[in-house]
């Protein structure tokens, strides 16, 4: 592949069980908004939500527009309440003291560190210094790696990603496409990755042109492409095309086209309502009376 990925970073994706509780963990602890919700009558051809050929539903929440911050989605599959945990992630860092102030005022346990928990056991570390206004609050994702330097050759060799420390003490590196854009950090720790059933995916756009160059890139390094190329529709919205990578670990990285993303990902503010109807449905037992137990 010539040249370099213009990339992007843009969400991580987690599996939750709870549907009201992690919302409310997200909007009143972390002070987060949701920006979009979306919901799919099947699964998704690049299991986007897991292994799961279910309805599920997608929410994008985050303290700003995709355009500029690096958000949360959260994945639900109907009617799965809760999912085995691997080791395969550490934590998400956001400078916030804001946080710590409402995870206080209600009730949230903070843990040693300032560490919050959300519901499914995903840790959020917490800076204690005020939220910035001007840049996201996101800083990183913290993902386990079973061999560093293996790491670093994927995603610093192969992929591209700018090193931007890289602490052989601690044995960690932060990597990134760009200085404005939250970072990803993989922290070496002396045992196998096991990504169980709870197992996430971090997403990147990058232009159109050169999702194929990528393609050929993987191919030509014999590493893993989870789902070659493909166009995955959303109910009354744009058609993104994505590829589905693993780095050696098994952590799953997406890169969707970014023209056709920046389209997709608009703030749609009716779109917390809808998220709330459902999850009422759910807690009433209106859906899951609809779909049982699978």
């Known amino acids: ?21 992690t919302a409310r963990f997200y909007r009143e602890i972390l002070g987060m908004k949701v920006l ?24 994008m929440i985050g303290y700003g527009p995709e355009d500029n911050h690096f958000v949360m989605e959260l994945t639900y599959n109907y009617p799965i309440k809760s999912y085995e945990r691997g080791n395969e992630f550490i934590g998400i860092t956001i400078k916030s003291k804001e946080t710590l102030e409402r995870a206080r005022k209600n009730n949230w346990p903070i843990l040693p560190g300032n560490v919050l928990e959300a519901p499914g056991g995903y840790q959020f570390f917490i800076i204690d210094e005020p939220q910035p206004t001007e840049k996201d609050p996101v800083e990183k994702v913290t993902l386990a790696s079973s061999n560093l330097q293996k790491s670093i050759d994927y995603w610093n060799g192969l992929l591209g990603l700018k090193i931007f420390t890289k602490n052989d003490e601690k044995r960690n590196v932060l990597l990134g496409f760009n200085d404005d854009q939250a970072k990803l950090e993989l922290q070496e720790i002396d045992q196998s990755i096991n990504r169980a059933k709870a197992y996430g995916r971090i997403a990147f756009s990058c232009p159109y042109d050169q999702q194929p160059a990528i393609d050929a890139k993987i191919k030509e390094a014999n590493a893993t ?42 703030y749609e503010p009716d779109d917390e309502k809808i998220l709330d109807r459902f999850i009422k449905k759910d807690e009433s037992g209106q859906l899951q009376k609809q779909y049982g137990d699978k």
């Not at 040249?3 to 549907?19: E, M, N, P, Q, W």
């Not at 919700?37 to 279910?54: I, M, S």
């Not at 529709?233 to 994505?242: I, L, N």
Request: glycine content about 10%; overall charge negative.
């Open 1 to 21: 592949m010539s040249g370099t990925i213009s990339g992007r970073a843009l969400h991580y994706v987690f599996k939750i069980g709870d549907r009201g509780a």
């Open 36 to 59: 979009r919700h979306e919901e799919f009558a099947d699964g998704c051809d690049a299991a986007c939500n897991g292994p799961y050929a279910n309805r599920w539903s997608k929410t």
């Open 225 to 266: 492409i989870l789902t070659p190329l493909i166009s995955l529709d959303t109910p009354g919205k744009a058609t993104v095309r994505v590829i589905i990578l693993a780095d050696p670990d098994g952590h799953e990285i997406c890169f969707v086209d970014d023209e056709a993303f920046k389209q997709l990902s608009k």
